[in-house]
């Protein structure tokens, strides 16, 4: 499943992490602690987010209910609210839900009625949809409801709006969709849905979002949006036949950002209803199709059916169960067995390569893992560079005392000359800052010149936008192309200081012998950014979009009545990219400043934190300097440096192994 490797992973670095803190002690070993400790505690908060978008009527249902290895949601869920579904895993059934009139509902399962599931039957309730209704689009007329503050008349040109929004065939279903309209009320509309269920995976920070049809909304929510920016895989599900989706087009071009693309699966389904050579050939068409959007070895085929019927007999169900129970799984199943029989295996084993799961969840792991993969990488970087400076200074300690059992003199003048050698680092150092601030500081023809771009870019590609989606697509790419800017800014700067600071470092390391100071560069940058770009609260802007065309009365006669709203889209949408541009240029104009911000803050809290920790050692090596010590007495501590040096070997070793299995 998902994750199991990253879970092993995470306590091992948890675990590291604590043990560095105990053998650490009060040794300054250049690791910031307290920065430290915040990634590790983001890491124990973290949650790993598979969010799961596709067309109605495209299996996604049956697919969840495979991925999460129970059947959970009812089918055609996602046609009954355009709620975000939200499922995660917790000791018992827990169900969670806002409505659109703002009232909230919450239930647990009632552990006394072991046969009876509350939970999981009140989440079949909300999201059921009777027959009569299935040929209509319910999830859209739900936000017209919505958003028409119960005022909402049935007419053709409703109608005709829906038609086109939706791309069904709806004449004839007036009736239909008047009837659905007066049964529902905002107090039983869904927006929002958290459930929780005792499953099965490892991975307990695992959590799966339902997000509403990407053709039964009339455009990509916000809200779904939101969830698509956070998640650590997009999983698009489609059907194998057609090959050919519009809407996938559309959602990776015009809907999710770029960085959302990095992060993107197509799950082609229903694999099982065609011969392995058919499923192969569709494989490779849909790499050629969608060569230009996402590359092949994320496109993915699978079985949610035999994935589910595996489960089931892996579970303890026997055949004659499952068949009993549903006429298509015994349908399904003959097809398997017989292939089974053919090839002379078990059913099993034809489930499994059938359904394809196990593949997927590799393909999943291997790509959505890098990041939370990296985030352990950093943390245990950070510690071995904290046990690899203590080594040193317990080394260095133990020397010095070696001198002072056999010189007390000589001592005392390695004291001197190490302290000289500290002023000359601590000069070097400070020469440093000033050289970087003006080699930063300025109009920089190479960052400059990718601020004016940015500034031509991204407004053209927003004013050239024809749907709310895509102008928000490319506001938020825009956005996140300046965040990039600002990330490569003080990484550079980083590794610039780190660079100087090594070089430096081991030129006085060589001519005086001496250990340098170590900071941890890291965490200055964090904190200069942070300094830089101060938490304020925000106040976001949007607009509302009301329906007010899809109740307009169409009349030959005319007669004045007064005024009402008509709802202009090209308005709306011309407004709605002059306030992003508007947005856009505020942040990328300021972008000069917010560097030098954090260029000046960084530079100040380096100098101080490397006058800090010179000082600190200099007032170490003066408090050794003037302590009074029998022989016996240095032995001992000799022997305690040596033992504190020894012991975290062990550590240090299972550090780099972790890290080496990590790459």
């Known amino acids: 499943m998902i994750g199991k490797q990253y879970k092993a992973h995470k306590f ?5 992490f604590h043990r560095y803190l105990e053998k650490r002690g009060n040794t300054d070993d250049g690791v910031d602690a307290k920065f430290l400790e915040s990634r590790v505690r983001s890491l124990k908060n973290g949650k790993f987010t598979l969010a799961v978008a596709g067309e109605v009527k495209a299996g996604k249902s049956t697919f969840l209910n495979a991925l999460l290895g129970a059947e959970i949601l009812p089918s055609d869920v996602l046609q009954a609210s355009s709620a975000i ?15 659109a009139d703002g009232h909230e509902e919450s239930l647990y399962d009632d552990l006394s009625t072991p046969d009876i599931d509350e939970a999981n039957e009140r989440l079949h309730e909300i999201c059921k949809i009777h027959d009569e209704y299935r040929h209509i689009p319910t999830t859209l007329i739900d936000d017209c409801i919505i958003e028409s503050d119960g005022n909402l008349a049935v007419n053709d040109t409703f109608i005709k709006q829906l038609e086109q929004q939706s791309g069904e065939h709806l004449q004839g279903k007036q ?16 927006v929002e849905i958290e ?49 050919e989706s519009e809407s996938f087009r559309k959602f990776v071009n015009s809907v999710i950002s770029n960085r959302s693309k990095e992060t993107l699966f197509l799950v082609l389904t229903h694999a099982g209803l065609y011969s392995n050579d058919e ?12 060569k230009d959007i996402i590359p092949e070895n994320r496109i993915l085929v699978v079985d949610s059916l035999a994935q589910i019927i595996l489960t089931e007999l892996n579970g303890g169900k026997s055949q004659e169960e499952i068949e009993k129970n549903s006429e298509q799984k015994e349908d399904f199943l003959a097809k398997f067995e017989k292939k089974a029989k053919r090839e002379g295996t078990d059913l099993s084993t034809q489930l499994e390569r059938g359904s394809r799961f196990e593949k997927m969840f590799h393909a999943i792991d291997e790509f959505s893992m890098k990041a939370p993969n990296l985030q352990l990488q950093e943390i245990l970087e950070q510690i071995k560079m904290g046990y690899a400076e203590q080594e040193i200074q317990y080394a260095e300690s133990a020397d010095l005392l070696e001198k002072k059992k056999r010189n007390p003199q000589e001592f005392e003048e390695e004291i001197n000359r190490i302290n000289k050698a500290l002023e000359k680092y601590e000069l070097l150092t400070k020469q440093t800052k000033e050289e970087l601030k003006v080699n930063y500081s300025g109009r920089h023809s190479s960052w400059q010149q990718d601020i004016d771009s940015l500034k031509v870019k991204y407004p053209e590609l927003i004013t050239g936008s024809d749907s709310i989606e895509s102008t928000r697509k490319n506001t938020v790419d825009g956005l996140d192309a300046v965040q990039e800017k600002v ?24 001519e005086h012998q001496i ?40 009349t030959k006669h005319t007669r004045y009545a007064g005024t009402k709203k008509v709802f202009d889209s090209e308005k709306f949408l011309g407004e709605y990219k002059t306030k992003c541009n508007e947005e856009f240029y505020k942040i990328v104009n300021d972008l000069p400043n917010k560097s030098k911000e954090v260029l000046n803050n960084y530079l100040d809290l380096f100098e101080k934190e490397m006058r800090s920790v010179i000082g600190d050692r200099k007032q170490a090596l003066e408090k050794e300097k003037s ?13 305690e440096l040596n033992g504190k040096k020894k012991a975290i070997q062990p550590e240090k070793s299972r550090c780099i192994e972790v890290l080496e299995d990590l790459i």
Not at 487 to 510: M, N, P, R, W
């Open 12 to 16: 091992n670095v948890i675990d590291l």
């Open 85 to 99: 579904v939200e499922i995660f895993k917790s000791d018992t059934s827990f169900l969670k839900v806002k409505f």
């Open 175 to 190: 009736d239909v969709v008047t009837q659905y309209i007066s049964e529902r009320t905002t107090d039983k509309i869904p």
């Open 195 to 243: 459930f929780g269920y005792p499953l099965k995976w490892e991975f307990d920070e695992l959590r799966i979002v339902d997000s509403p049809g990407v053709n039964a909304t009339g455009g990509v929510q916000d809200v779904s949006f939101r969830f698509f920016e956070e998640a650590n895989a997009i999983l698009f599900v489609h059907p194998i036949k057609p090959i």
């Open 279 to 290: 499923v192969e050939r569709l494989h490779a068409e849909a790499g050629r199709l969608y």
């Open 487 to 510: 990330d490569e800014f003080s990484k550079e700067l980083t590794q610039k200081l780190g660079d100087t600071l090594e070089k430096i470092g081991k030129a006085v390391s060589a």
């Open 515 to 554: 250990s340098i100071p170590k900071v941890d560069l890291k965490a200055l940058e964090q904190k200069a950014k942070k300094s830089a770009y101060k938490e304020e609260d925000q106040y976001e802007t949007y607009y509302e979009r009301h329906w007010y065309t899809l109740w307009l009365v169409e």
């Open 627 to 639: 302590k009074k010590q029998s022989n016996a007495e240095i032995i001992s501590e000799i022997d």
